[in-house]
């Protein structure tokens, strides 16, 4: 078990694309239930408590991918074996990028109003 949290195992090549997977089920389906529930009232604009929730848990899954990230960048330079150094520097590039999505999908939710 432990071998499986070292970032050069190859399990790391899926872990970031898997937590952008879950963020974004989340988000939409947090955001469906919550607008379904009790929608804000469109005058409201865009500071309401879905927004700040949907905010924060953008937040907290970039910078949760950006950590690993750093920790894969910091494994493969520590790596001795080129395999473990591949898998380490092709998961961080993989964590980089799947922040990046985040980002790019979470900016326009969290700055538009929720339930139009």
């Known amino acids: 078990m432990k071998r499986l949290l070292r970032m050069t195992h190859p399990i790391h090549l899926v872990v970031g694309p898997t937590?952008?997977?879950?963020?974004?089920?989340?988000?939409?389906?947090?955001l469906s239930v919550a607008c379904s529930v009790s929608p804000p009232a469109p005058e409201q604009g865009t500071l309401t408590g879905?927004?700040?929730?949907?905010?924060?848990a953008t937040l907290a899954t970039t910078v949760l991918l950006l950590g690993l990230s750093w920790a894969g960048v910091t494994a493969a330079r520590r790596a001795e074996l080129r395999r473990d150094c591949y898998f380490a520097f092709t998961s961080a590039g993989i964590h980089l990028f799947s922040a990046g999505a985040t980002l790019f999908i979470g900016y326009p939710v969290v700055f538009l109003p929720p339930c139009i």
């Open 19 to 30: 937590l952008w997977g879950l963020w974004f089920v989340a988000i939409y389906a947090g």
């Open 50 to 56: 879905i927004n700040v929730a949907v905010g924060l």
